[in-house]
């Protein structure tokens, strides 16, 4: 794992890959087929790990993520950067942050929690959770309700933010007021755009963001840091053929669940076997596992094809 100080620059050179958590039977954290899919991943050119939502840490013990942060440092290339998230909720990011400390990592990432929050507790909890952990944090800013772009641009200003993962859903990602508010007062280089694929035409072609996480790019990672290297080029007429190879994943995940479907996609494409969903998640219905096998059995095909792996 990559323990180098860390700036927002880093986050321009690299897709940021949201993988899945895998677990054996008895809902352990299996290392060795994490180890598989985090090579996987290195070998197709992606150099940012993000264990987060797709890992469904949002249901993971605090007692397990010593094991979990371990896991990852070592299986992880020294050339790659690691980032691991904490929370959703006060107490546990607080745990968390003190099993951080000191630990080679660079930076952590906030998960967004739904209810019992106001802007100005979040903001105040983001500024002891940075002190306990002697480390800047990337926050998942999943709505424009729950905390405010002035507040932001503080924790941004006082070092205490090092980038925003903006997840912000519309139906048209060229027309997003928030975003272009946001984008005016923390600049484009600190804000990596959250959503896989589907909006990245508009934030790293037309809003300059420095980058995109993905999820369908565990699967295909050579394909899609090259569509990254397109996006940033202005390339569209590249980036549009690859880009649309991804949307039938990206679709089938938006229909049925982000987390889920992708965890068994990579199990039934014959990657890495993630074993069971950690509660209280559950597989994707048994009727749609031969669509999202057949889906994400061709998207690894594509990967494998001789132009992408040269």
Excluded: W
């Excluded at 998942?140 to 993962?165: H, M, N, W």
């Excluded at 369908?216 to 190879?245: H, M, N, V, W």
């Excluded at 068994?264 to 009727?287: K, R, W, Y």
Aim: proline share 6%.
């Amino acid at each position: 794992m990559k323990t180098s100080p860390i700036s927002a620059q880093e986050f321009a050179e690299s897709v940021l890959a949201v993988p899945p958590l895998a677990r054996r039977a008895d809902l352990s954290i299996d290392a060795a087929q994490n180890r598989k899919l985090i090579r996987h991943i290195e070998a197709g050119g992606i150099r940012t790990l993000l264990y987060g939502g797709n890992a469904n840490l949002y249901h993971s013990s605090v007692s397990e993520y010593a094991e979990l942060l371990a896991m990852l440092a070592d299986a992880a290339a020294d050339t790659t950067r690691v980032i691991p998230a904490i929370g959703p909720d006060f107490g546990k990011m607080s745990d968390q942050a003190r099993l951080l400390r000191g630990s080679g990592f660079r930076t952590a990432m906030v998960l967004p929690m739904g209810g019992f929050t106001t802007p100005e507790g979040i903001e105040d909890g983001i500024e002891r959770v940075v002190d306990l952990l002697g480390m800047p944090v990337t926050v998942y800013l999943k709505d424009e309700k729950s905390i405010g772009v002035d507040a932001l641009g503080r924790l941004v200003d006082d070092g205490r933010v090092l980038v925003i993962k903006y997840a912000v859903v519309r139906s048209d990602p060229s027309r997003d007021a928030y975003l272009d508010e946001l984008v005016a007062r923390v600049t484009p280089a600190r804000i990596v755009s959250g959503m896989g694929e589907r909006p990245t035409l508009q934030h790293i072609a037309g809003r300059g963001l420095a980058s995109f996480t993905t999820g369908s790019g565990c699967i295909a990672p050579a394909a899609c840091q090259r569509l990254f290297e397109a996006l940033k080029a202005g390339d569209l007429a590249t980036a549009r053929p690859l880009y649309d190879r991804f949307m039938p994943l990206e679709t089938l995940r938006d229909s049925i669940s982000l987390i889920r479907v992708l965890h068994d996609a990579v199990t039934l494409s014959g990657l890495a076997d993630m074993g069971p969903h950690l509660p209280l998640l559950s597989a994707s219905p048994a009727d749609r596992h031969a669509e999202i096998q057949a889906v994400a059995s061709a998207l690894l095909a594509f990967h494998r094809e001789p132009a992408l792996a040269a």
